[in-house]
């Protein structure tokens, strides 16, 4: 991700993760210490209060962070180079922290809510969301050249028995709102 107007690299996740004021130090990994060493960047700008502005993007220090040039996605082939508006029965995927590479298909786009359900043609032995997700990006099922779709913010809540959803925000509201772009 990079500013629109300074053209700077950032980090995007989701707001829940960077609850901290702006200007706030992000460190990875989360389990280490606040120290220069472990700081990849500051909290640059946070979306409002609410589940449909769960997003935010900080400024990379590029001294102790690589960026990624290619604006690819860990574990997939291809870089980021657009955007789609999500769309009822779209077939999409992400690399998730906890799950690791799943697959959905779009069930319901209401109210800046984009609902995301398991695509039985892929099945995966993990769910399609859990904690520490958070801050993945949904993007087209193509092997190559795929365009995001929408930004993961949660799944459905652990231990009920609720049938396996994920639930995320549309992108091109993200880059809207966090004046961002690929």
């Given at each position: 991700?990079?500013d629109k107007k300074t053209n700077k690299p950032l980090g995007l996740t989701n707001r829940h993760i960077l609850n901290k004021q702006i200007g706030y130090s992000v460190i990875q ?154």
């Open positions: 991700m990079y990994p989360a389990t280490k210490s606040r120290t220069s060493k472990y700081v990849i960047g500051n909290i640059l700008r946070k979306g409002r209060s609410g589940k449909q502005n769960d997003f935010a993007v900080f400024e990379i220090n590029i001294n102790n962070r690589q960026i990624d040039k290619e604006n690819s996605i860990y574990g997939l082939t291809g870089k980021i180079t657009d955007y789609v508006e999500p769309k009822e029965g779209m077939k999409v995927q992400k690399v998730g922290q906890r799950t690791g590479h799943t697959f959905g298909i779009i069930q319901k786009v209401k109210n800046n809510t984009v609902t995301i359900i398991p695509n039985p043609d892929k099945p995966t032995s993990n769910e399609i969301s859990r904690g520490g997700d958070s801050g993945s990006l949904w993007v087209t099922d193509e092997e190559v050249n795929f365009k995001a779709v929408a930004l993961h913010r949660a799944g459905e809540p652990d231990g009920h028995n609720y049938k396996d959803k994920a639930f995320a925000i549309p992108i091109k509201r993200v880059l809207n709102a966090l004046q961002i772009k690929f």
